[in-house]
T-cell receptor
Framework: DAKTTQPPSMDCAEGRAANLPCNHS???????VYWYRQIHSQGPQYIIH???NNETNEMASLIITEDRKSSTLILPHATLRDTAVYYC??????????FGQGTELSVKP | KAGVTQTPRYLIKTRGQQVTLSCSPI?????VSWYQQTPGQGLQFLFE???????NKGNFPGRFSGRQFSNSRSEMNVSTLELGDSALYLC????????????????FGQGTRLTVV
């Protein structure tokens, strides 16, 4: 499974968009990009995943570059409850999730 | 639909003992994976079961084992507990996928917090 690189921490003002970057330069053609988040001591929560095209759901948008070597998770209007560790993971079909250290997002009032 | 249920939520055991943790997946999900989370190592994959067979295995010693039953419920067992086994143990379930899209999201339970003293 490809490795991912994320900044260790980021701040965001409440109500603004949070843009969380992820590099996955060694991703292969059949690997998907997944995003999860974990609020302290709870189980990770699925956010979104995609292969090539940009994806949007009720929680977030996922923008994947054309060469698929990086992606950005966008939380359009961050709230205090979005404060969490965000994990970007690449995963092949049916493969295991390999978690890195993630990005600790702090949403501030 | 009920989520992934892990029992017990908290457990305290003594070094040398063994422990069994249980995971009930979301109804209809046939894949169950287990993860260990510690402050030092983060979230690490233990193993995955699908239709009662181990499909993937992480890099953990043989003291860590698991199984899956015909109703997809899974258990993991840790024998001869060590202090370093203190961790949050997480279980995730996923559906089998449909057609060419076998890449489905995994849903996590709240975990079992194991403390070894």
């Amino acid at each position: 499974d490809a490795k991912t690189t994320q900044p260790p921490s980021m701040d965001c003002a409440e109500g603004r968009a949070a843009n969380l970057p992820c590099n996955h330069s060694t991703i292969s053609g059949n690997e998907y990009v997944y995003w999860y988040r974990q609020i302290h001591s709870q189980g990770p929560q699925y956010i979104i995943h995609g292969l090539k095209n940009n994806e949007t759901n009720e929680m977030a948008s996922l923008i994947i570059t054309e060469d698929r070597k990086s992606s950005t998770l966008i939380l359009p209007h961050a709230t205090l409850r979005d404060t969490a560790v965000y994990y970007c993971i690449v995963r092949n079909q049916g493969g295991k999730l390999i978690f890195g250290q993630g990005t600790e997002l702090s949403v501030k009032p | 639909k009920a989520g992934v249920t892990q029992t017990p939520r908290y457990l305290i055991k003594t070094r040398g003992q063994q422990v069994t943790l249980s995971c009930s997946p979301i109804s209809g999900h046939r894949s169950v994976s287990w993860y260990q989370q510690t402050p030092g190592q983060g979230l690490q994959f233990l193993f995955e079961y699908f239709s009662e067979t181990q499909r993937n295995k992480g890099n953990f010693p043989g003291r860590f084992s698991g199984r899956q039953f015909s109703n997809s419920r899974s258990e993991m067992n840790v024998s001869t507990l060590e202090l370093g086994d203190s961790a949050l143990y997480l279980c995730a379930s996923s559906s089998p996928g449909q057609g060419s899209n076998m890449n489905t999201e995994a849903f996590f339970g709240q975990g079992t917090r194991l403390t070894v003293v």
